[in-house]
């Protein structure tokens, strides 16, 4: 409950029938919706022909009855669930990404963030290319297109494409004949893929959207593997495995990936139980209640109250169905915008010394706004304690994790964020604690470069959301 958005969510099936693959996405992507609600579609291949919706809003504004009867029927589809963290919320930016060539068609859906995309767009556009799009994605697409006009196959032009990309990309790509899964070689954003009784394989950024198509988990796709589903069976293409360490976000575990998912081989559910546990270790207090902040703050507040013994309670409601219709609040609301996404139940907080969890702090309104909260509804104490460490520096792989000058613990001390949140005692997962939280069974590398421990993948050097977003100015009349 950090006023973070979510990336992206992506999904593709390749199936050997021709039944309601348009209806399995939409499934899929239902599960995914958590990670992006900006805007979602859906990409259809009948033998080489491609159908395609996409929109604004969340999947069940998007796509109704008709729309997805409109799709059509075919044996490979991909679909996308998106927060845009380069590009306008514009239509146009809506993914999958549909791109044309001589060779044939390609569509294609990406979660993660590209550092190099301003120089790689400016080399394409030089050479005449012309983008419909601001996002990133469409910068992969069209140098996957470009070296496909050179290359044998889809896969061998991913190849080639993939040493000029640097950042993190969790793809799928479906070209006429072919469902293609790719992860960048740091292994940045999740992905896996299972397969259904009826022989239709799933790809998917996590495994909850598998479970909700009723495909068993097969495996994670391995840091820089290219896998590609046909009638020829599945082929995995390892030329960029291995050459570089695993650097899975931390993020994915503390905030952004359902609990239900289990990525890297490591249960969501359980690293967030595991952070409460850590947590009640650190930062003990004395404190008649335990409460988390839905919905990245219950499991590790049911953690900390097994490893300290205080009640756990449900102390919030909050209020999921916020579609496409709600009316967006003006700038003064916007900051009370967790009064209508959460309300107290009272009974569980009056009186009490409270111990509340939350996943972390960006600039300290939104904590504020709930400690708060907590004593409207007659908290006696507020103790909060945070599941991420300290945010002091930007994220460039796909989340809007601000520059350092707009977080708080980059700018205050422990003590001058207590007093700015207004709560009795505050405590932060300490960085040494992250690899405990995921398992220690095996060397998982991870990424942690918004806590102030480097950027695996480089940083851009050109940045910002809207960096395509060309003024009147920087263009010729
Ligand atoms: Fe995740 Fe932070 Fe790394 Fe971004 S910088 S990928 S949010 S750990």
């Known amino acids: 409950m950090n006023g973070l958005r979510e990336e992206c969510g992506v999904f593709g099936l390749w199936s050997p029938h021709r039944f309601e693959v348009a209806r399995t996405v939409y499934y899929g992507l239902f599960s995914l919706q958590h990670r992006g609600q900006e805007s979602c ?11 395609e919706y996409k929109d604004l809003g969340i999947v069940n504004d998007v796509f109704t009855n008709e729309r997805l009867d409109a799709l059509g029927e075919g044996s490979i589809a991909v679909g996308h669930t998106r927060y845009g963290t380069t590009g306008q919320t514009d239509r146009n930016n809506a993914q999958p990404i549909v791109v044309n060539h001589i060779k044939g068609g390609m569509a294609l859906a990406h979660n993660g963030n590209i550092v190099n995309s301003f120089e790689l767009r400016q080399a394409l556009e030089l050479q005449g290319s012309i983008f419909q799009t601001t996002s990133d994605t469409e910068v992969i697409a069209y140098l996957i297109t470009k070296e496909r006009l050179t290359s044998e196959s889809i896969q061998e032009a991913i190849n080639s494409a993939m040493n000029k990309i640097r950042g993190a990309y969790s793809l799928v790509i479906m070209s006429p004949a072919k469902l293609i899964a790719v992860r960048d070689p740091h292994g940045i954003r999740p992905l896996c893929y299972g397969v259904t009784e009826d022989g239709t394989y ?34 995995s293409i390892r030329d960029h495995c291995g050459s570089t360490d695993r650097n899975i976000c931390i993020f994915e575990y503390i905030y952004f990936a359902r609990p239900d998912s289990v990525i890297d081989g490591v249960s969501v559910h359980s690293a967030r139980v595991n952070a409460g546990k850590a947590l009640a270790q650190d930062w003990p207090v004395d404190a008649d209640v335990v409460i988390g902040v839905p919905d990245s703050g219950l499991d590790a507040a049911l953690g900390y109250a097994y490893q300290s013994g205080i009640p756990y309670a449900m102390g919030f409601i909050k209020n999921k169905y916020i579609g496409r219709t709600f009316i967006a609040p003006g700038q003064k609301q916007r900051e009370r915008m967790v009064d209508i996404k959460l ?39 507020v103790h909060l304690r945070l599941t991420a460490p300290e945010f002091i520096d930007a994220c460039y792989y796909g989340t809007d994790i601000p520059d350092s000058k707009n977080l708080l613990a980059a700018n205050h001390s422990l003590e001058e964020m207590k007093e700015i949140i207004g709560c009795d005692s505050l405590g932060f997962l300490k960085k040494e604690r992250l690899r405990e939280m995921i398992g220690e069974k095996e060397a998982r590398g991870y990424c942690s470069a918004c806590f102030g421990d480097g950027y695996p993948a480089g940083r851009p050097q050109t940045n910002g959301k809207y960096r395509f977003e060309r003024k009147l100015s920087d263009k010729d009349e």
């Open 41 to 51: 579609g859906i990409v259809v291949n009948d033998d080489g022909v491609f159908s």
């Open 343 to 381: 309300n107290v139940i009272k009974d569980e907080v009056k009186g009490k010394r409270v111990v509340l969890i939350d996943d972390s702090v960006v600039r300290g309104t939104t904590s504020k706004n709930i400690v708060q909260k907590l004593r409207d509804a007659g908290a006696k104490e």
């Open 202 to 235: 799933v790809v998917a950024s996590e495994s909850c959207a598998l479970d909700a198509v009723s495909a068993k988990f097969v495996r994670d796709v391995d840091p820089g593997e290219i896998l590609v589903f046909s009638r020829d069976g599945i082929e």
